[in-house]
């Protein structure tokens, strides 16, 4: 049973922007965060050091996976130590006029030891948002050794990104299912060395095939009327045990799980804006409106309507317009 291949089923790259940069010793860069998922592959050259706010600064060797799943905060340079220049006025100087839209090729620093790199900025779907990324920690780093298609996968990204620097036709969509190719391997990564460790999270419960089954069957059939016991049926364990387990792998229990994924689910239609609201409901596994809109203002903190027209309005400000469900 590959589970992970279940829950990242839909998680699509909604558009991607790709850029190679030349930085040369003492180089620094800080970025007060961007709105999608940044990976970065470091090709060549002099290793470098990459710091989240809370966290201790990361040196990056040739070959080596960089990925910030929610575009945190944060700073990167040839030491630890360096100065560094705002991320967003080096490409204001560099790239006037509208960003986000096109490759990009960036030459930075003093002019000493080089090193080059290869990067991807995603933006990905409302259900990978809520569901992958959001339990991730702000910064995951693949060394070279760990990833076995590391040399594939790097020699893909950096040819992509060669390709896409002369937005030959098919560049855009190419750089999206890469990056949901580099997603996949560095999550796979990321849940081999969960496995064991003390973090909560249903990375840890795929590793439990009984808890594994339960999370398949839920993520197969959303709609359906699951409860406690018909889940521990399908995991074949007492409902005391299958509770008690659950919560101790996932963080949550087995019906507060499969609320969020159900939000999650909803927030992807809203989003996309295809459908009307009674479907969205009925694809959640509501019968009700109103219930269904109280589970999500509670989950979202807005209400359907309110939720969709604040994602109307960032997808139309990112370029990917949608609409509203009629009757949201």
Same mark, same amino acid.
């Given at each position: ?5 279940? %829950?990242?089923? /839909?998680?699509? +790259?909604?558009?991607?922007?790709? $850029? ?32 989240? $706010? ?6 990056? +060797?040739?070959?080596? &996976? ?68 959001? %339990? ?10 760990? &990833? ?16 896409? &620097? ?19 391997? %560095? ?6 060395? +969960? ?15 009984? /808890? ?54 909803? +927030? ?61």
């Amino acid at each position: 049973m590959d589970v992970l291949s279940e %829950i990242l089923a /839909i998680c699509r +790259a909604e558009r991607a922007v790709t $850029a190679r940069f030349h930085l040369f010793a003492p180089w620094g860069l800080r970025s007060d965060g961007v709105a999608g998922s940044a990976i970065i592959r470091m090709a060549r050259g002099a290793p470098w050091w990459i710091e989240v $706010a809370g966290r201790a600064p990361v040196c990056v +060797a040739p070959g080596d &996976l960089v990925m910030l799943p929610l575009g945190a905060p944060h700073r990167m340079g040839s030491a630890p130590d360096v100065p560094a220049v705002p991320f967003a006025e080096l490409l204001a100087q560099r790239t006037p006029g509208a960003r986000d839209e096109a490759p990009l090729t960036l030459r930075h620093g003093g002019g000493g030891e080089a090193c080059e790199m290869f990067s991807a900025l995603l933006w990905f779907s409302a259900y990978c948002r809520h569901s992958v990324l959001r %339990i991730l920690p702000p910064l995951i780093h693949v060394r070279a050794s760990e &990833l076995p298609m590391a040399g594939s996968l790097a020699g893909t990204m950096e040819a992509l990104v060669t390709e896409t &620097l002369a937005q030959r036709p098919g560049w855009r969509l190419s750089a999206s299912r890469m990056g949901e190719l580099l997603l996949v391997n %560095i999550l796979r990564e990321h849940l081999l060395r +969960a496995v064991g460790s003390s973090d909560a999270g249903w990375w840890r419960a795929l590793s439990d095939p009984a /808890i594994a089954r339960a999370i398949t069957h839920m993520h197969r059939d959303p709609a359906r009327a699951w409860t406690v016991e018909a889940l521990a049926r399908e995991a074949a364990m007492s409902r005391s045990r299958f509770s008690e387990r659950f919560k101790a792998l996932v963080g949550d229990t087995p019906m507060g799980y499969l609320g969020a994924h159900r939000m999650a689910l909803a +927030a992807e239609q809203l989003e996309a804006g295809r459908l009307p609201l009674a479907q969205v409901v009925q694809d959640a596994g509501y019968e009700s409106d109103k219930v269904f809109a109280r589970a999500f203002r509670r989950w979202a903190g807005l209400s359907p309507t309110a939720y969709a027209k604040r994602e109307l309005a960032r997808r139309a400000a990112m370029g990917t317009p949608t609409s509203v469900p009629a009757d949201a």
